[in-house]
Structure formats: C-alpha cells, structure tokens
T-cell receptor, first 115, second 112 residues
Framework: KAGVTQTPRYLIKTRGQQVTLSCSPISGHRSVSWYQQTPGQGLQFLFEYFSETQRNKGNFPGRFSGRQFSNSRSEMNVSTLELGDSALYLC??????????????FGQGTRLTVV | ELKVEQNPLFLSMQEGKNYTIYCNYSTTSDRLYWYRQDPGKSLESLFVLLSNGAVKQEGRLMASLDTKARLSTLHITAAVHDLSATYFCAVEIRGSNYKLTFGKGTLLTVNP
C-alpha cells in the first residue's frame, strides 16, 4: 500500500516569506505528526493531529502552525521564515487508536532551505 | 522533561565485528522505537519495543528493552558495510499521542 507522501520534496525560500508543506498519511491512518530535523538540534517534535484536532504541540514559536483536513491530510505552515528554519521536515502517520499495536511511519521529508 | 541519551554518537566498525548501541531515557516510557536513517533519506522503522524484557531481531540487528533500567540496546552482529547509517532511538510516553522524543543518533560506519 502507498506510504506517507510529503510534498514538495525540496523548497528554497527567502527570509521573511512563508511556506506550506503537505503530508498525506497512509490510507486509514488518522494521526499525523510533524518533526523538524536539523544538524544542531536533531529531531524535534512539532505537533500531532488526529481527526482534525491538534492533540499535542512541541516547543516551537507560533510561527509554526498546522492543520488537518477531513481526509487526514495535513499541512504545516511556517510564517516569517528565518535562516534557522532551514531543516528537513518529516511527517509521520499512524492509526492514532488501537494501541498498543500501532506505530508511526515516516514520509520522505521536505528539505526546506531559507536564504 | 523526558531526556533520551544515545551512545556512542559515532561508531566506526570493521566488517564482521559485533557492537552495541545504548539508549538511556529518563522517564517511564510507553514504547521505544529504533529507526535507521540513510544520508538525505527519511526514517526507516526497525523495531518497536513495548514491554520490559522485549527482544526483537531482524537479520544482524537485535534490540532489547529493560524498562526498569530505562535502557534499550541495539546489538549489531557481524557487521557488514550495508549497515552503515545513522541509528536513532525514540521514546514515547503513555498518553503523549505519538509524541516521540529522539536521541541524537549514532552514526555507524562499517569499514571493509
């Protein structure tokens, strides 16, 4: 079955601009989580959505926001981009229920470069 | 705040040798994951460990979990070059809704 799809794969933006990243989860999965990966800070949790509701949020400024649609696809938005926002952004898809035998599967990521 | 520490951060091995990567965490966890990441690629799930004493093996990799010691290990047996990658452990706390806290990763290089 199809995996987690993230678009676009690569982006170059200028400081001050905003960007929207998209994540389509595995069919049937209702939970989508977002992570930022940088060489300095490693992998850090941004937020998690389930059934269009944000259930958990990491320690990122308000410039980072997200949403989830009724088909479980999720978008992440970063406004007023800073150089430090350059990173690989990964989303993870999971059932969201039916524990404990569920796990998160990651997409290929979106490489964002801010210049 | 949950802290996850991996060591070593860098590991250079000869093919055919054995070695272990350690993952310590600071709070009672619900699940522990091991992931592999190749350069420029995403995270590939290797193991999910759910309970104390859990042991899982896939090929030359074996992972174990000791929840009392808050320690997981990833053991590599008879390493081959194809295992060269960065390995991450990640911890999920019960009720955190899939919020994973990652270790810094172990960059493994297997030399012929």
């Amino acid at each position: 079955k199809a995996g987690v799809t993230q678009t676009p794969r690569y982006l170059i933006k200028t400081r001050g601009q905003q960007v929207t990243l998209s994540c389509s989860p595995i069919s049937g999965h209702r939970s989508v989580s977002w992570y930022q990966q940088t060489p300095g800070q490693g992998l850090q949790f941004l937020f998690e959505y389930f059934s269009e509701t944000q259930r958990n949020k990491g320690n990122f400024p308000g410039r980072f926001s997200g949403r989830q649609f009724s088909n479980s696809r999720s978008e992440m938005n970063v406004s007023t981009l800073e150089l430090g926002d350059s990173a690989l952004y990964l989303c993870a898809s999971s059932l969201g229920t039916g524990r404990p035998n569920t796990e998160a599967f990651f997409g290929q990521g979106t490489r964002l470069t801010v210049v | 705040e949950l802290k996850v520490e991996q060591n070593p951060l860098f590991l250079s091995m000869q093919e055919g040798k054995n070695y272990t990567i350690y993952c310590n965490y600071s709070t009672t966890s619900d699940r522990l994951y091991w992931y592999r990441q190749d350069p420029g690629k995403s995270l590939e799930s290797l193991f999910v460990l759910l309970s104390n004493g859990a042991v899982k093996q896939e090929g030359r990799l074996m992972a174990s979990l000791d929840t009392k010691a808050r320690l997981s290990t990833l053991h590599i047996t008879a390493a081959v070059h194809d295992l060269s990658a960065t390995y991450f452990c990640a911890v999920e706390i019960r009720g955190s809704n899939y919020k994973l806290t990652f270790g810094k990763g172990t960059l493994l290089t297997v030399n012929p």
